[in-house]
C-alpha cells in the first residue's frame, strides 16, 4: 500500500462512498474496511471517534481513518447530536418532524469528526455545516437525515443533490478536506 492509500473503517456504505469522492480528488486511495465498530455512548463526537477508532486500530495496525457524525438541532438543545443514528432508528425523520411542530427556529448544524491513525499518530479533524431543519422531508438520495436537512447556501436538502453536490456542503466534507490539507502537508 502507498503513502497516499487510506483504509476506512466503517459500514455505512454511504459515508464511504462520500469520502472516496473526496479523497479521489487529491489522489488518495480510500479503501472500506466493512466493519462495525464497537461505540460508546458520549455527548461529544470527538470522544466517540478516537474510541471507535483505537478499537479498529487494535484489529489492524494499517493508516485508517472512521468518522462519526449527528444533527444538532437549536429549537431541540442540540437533540439529537451524536444519538442521530440511533434516533433516525427509532424515531426517523418523521419524528423528527414531530418534534419540530410548532418550532418557529429551524436553525440546525450537521456536525462531524474524522480521526486518523497510523503506528505513530493521532489526529481528529472537526467539520460543522450550519442549515436549516425543511418542513418536510424532502429527496431520495443521501442517508440518515439528508432529507431534513438544508444547509446554508441552498434551498435544496442535502437527500435532493447528487454525491459530488452535497460534498460541496457537507460536514463530513469539510472534516475531510481539513484531514487531506493534514495528510498531504505531513505524511
Known amino acids: 500500500m502507498s ?15 462520500e469520502a472516496k469522492d473526496i479523497l479521489e480528488n487529491y489522489n488518495i486511495k480510500l ?14 463526537l470527538r ?32 437533540f439529537p447530536g451524536p444519538y442521530s443514528s440511533y434516533v433516525y432508528k427509532t424515531l426517523g425523520s418523521d419524528g423528527i418532524i414531530k418534534l419540530m411542530i410548532g418550532k418557529d427556529d429551524r436553525d440546525a448544524e450537521f456536525r462531524s469528526v474524522v480521526a486518523f491513525s497510523n503506528s505513530s499518530i ?12 425543511a418542513i418536510k422531508p424532502r429527496g431520495k ?16 436538502t ?3 443533490m447528487v454525491l459530488e453536490e452535497k460534498n460541496k ?13 493534514w495528510f498531504v502537508r505531513n505524511l
Do not use: C, W
Open 3 to 17: 503513502n497516499r492509500s487510506l483504509y476506512f473503517v466503517t459500514s455505512n456504505k454511504h459515508k464511504f462512498h
Open 31 to 44: 479503501r472500506m474496511v466493512n466493519r462495525k465498530i464497537e461505540e460508546i455512548q458520549s455527548d461529544d
Open 47 to 78: 470522544k466517540i471517534a478516537l474510541h471507535s477508532l483505537k478499537s479498529a486500530f487494535t484489529i489492524n495496525k494499517f493508516p485508517m481513518i472512521v468518522e462519526d457524525a449527528g444533527l444538532f438541532i437549536k429549537a431541540l438543545n442540540g
Open 122 to 133: 493521532i489526529k481528529t479533524f472537526k467539520g460543522i455545516v450550519k442549515g436549516k431543519i
Open 141 to 156: 438520495l443521501g442517508f440518515g437525515f439528508d432529507p431534513l436537512f438544508v444547509p446554508r447556501g441552498s434551498k435544496r
Open 158 to 160: 442535502f437527500a435532493e
Open 169 to 181: 456542503y457537507s460536514h463530513r466534507a469539510l472534516a475531510l478536506k481539513k484531514f487531506i490539507r
